[in-house]
């Protein structure tokens, strides 16, 4: 009788609701794809249930789900978001895994999921219709150019490599590539940022298409890159996972760099979650429940490394043409780290500002880039 009439009550305060237009959601919890100018969330006072009370339907218990937060289905939705996580990169499984297990829902997110290129999502962050993107060090600058993000979190602890041929004895480390060509995706890409920072660091070598100590040679594709390593076109090839690993695996390379493992790179993110400033001034609470969700997933995934594989799989998150491969880069992520909360993120973000500012790539010294772009989100 108690539960009843809490019940009534709860769906009476939801009732009174119906009236305000701007609110496109409640007891249905319809999906709302058009919420870019009218984003529902608790910071607007809207619903709030009673102890012991439940909206039914707004939370999907994933199948096979063992989840610490236990029923999902007595999570209210407090933000409807999008995130463009589609981009068919094993390093986005975090965001993968904490939509599929419902991660995301225990913390009161509902997601969808979107793709999204460069463009499309600093659009999307700028004005908040992106709660968060993922972006590596590489996106600093744009980030000082204007794009209106920070740096929240660590997604991984790296995933890029710089291979050369297995038979080549003239080449194994950065010293040995003076005067040489190395293939890159893209100028001032994040491979070729990480083959900048590296040269500069361990040999004072410089890069660039037509001078510099070392000479760069851009290739659209990661098999292309590798092909023109094969055929000696150029020396060696700065590549995004899993190109390296796979040349390494089939004995066609061997890895010169690792940026999960190497030198001063060993143990620092890669690659970054960055919120929008609108919605982190807005509700930092929002993001907050985001990053919760995300580490919950990183726990899931250091624990479960060969489960991962099978849900990006599954779910055709990612092409996965060797799947004991990936359970391998998967290992090498640093998820288990990540997932305590307790990595180093303001010491990531201060040392590549500062390798990127002695490179000119960008113009505040480390502890203003820090103090500008970077922000800890309290947990509680």
């Known amino acids: 009788m108690f539960r009843q009439a809490l019940l009534i ?21 319809r999906s709302r794809r058009g919420y870019m100018n009218s984003r529902m969330t608790t910071r607007r006072g809207f619903l709030f249930l009673l102890a012991g009370t439940m909206i039914a339907g707004c939370s999907r218990v994933p199948e096979g789900s063992d989840s610490a937060g236990g029923d999902l289905s007595a999570a209210a939705v407090k933000y409807s978001v999008q995130i463009p996580d589609l981009s068919g990169s094993l390093c986005a499984a975090p965001l993968w895994v904490a939509k599929q297990r419902g991660y995301f829902e225990e913390e009161g997110v509902e997601v969808e999921e979107v793709s999204a290129d460069v463009d499309t999502q600093k659009t999307g962050l700028n004005n908040g219709t992106f709660p968060v993107g993922m972006g590596d060090f590489s996106t600093f600058e744009s980030m000082e150019s204007g794009v209106q993000t920070t740096v929240v979190d660590a997604v991984n602890l790296g995933c890029i490599k710089v291979v050369a041929r297995s038979d080549d004895d003239s080449v194994s480390s950065a010293a040995d590539l003076k005067g040489k060509t190395v293939a890159v995706n893209k100028i001032g890409g994040t491979p070729y940022q990480v083959l900048a920072l590296w040269l500069q660091r361990e040999a004072n070598l410089s890069i660039g298409t037509g001078d510099g100590d070392v000479k760069v040679s851009v290739y659209d594709d990661g098999n292309l890159e590798l092909q023109a390593l094969k055929d000696g076109t150029v020396d060696a090839a700065a590549v995004w996972d899993p190109y390296g690993p796979k040349a390494e695996k089939d004995g066609s390379a061997k890895v010169i760099l690792d940026n999960s493992k190497s030198g001063d790179f060993s143990g620092r993110a890669c690659c970054f979650l960055v919120a929008s400033n609108k919605v982190l001034q807005e509700d930092e609470g929002e993001i907050a429940a985001i990053i919760r969700a995300i580490h919950k997933a990183d726990k899931w995934i250091s624990d479960n490394p060969e489960k991962t594989v099978e849900l990006v799989a599954k779910n055709k998150y990612a092409t996965i043409d060797d799947e004991d491969l990936a359970v391998e880069m998967i290992k090498a992520y640093g998820y288990g780290e990540l997932s305590t909360g307790g990595h180093d993120v303001k010491g990531d973000v201060r040392y590549y500002a500062d390798l990127l500012n002695g490179l000119g790539m960008i113009k505040s010294s480390p502890d203003d880039f820090v103090s500008k772009y970077y922000k800890s989100v309290s947990l509680d």
């Open 9 to 29: 009550q709860a769906k009476q305060l939801v009732k009174l609701q119906l009236n305000r237009a701007s609110y496109e959601r409640v007891l249905g919890c």
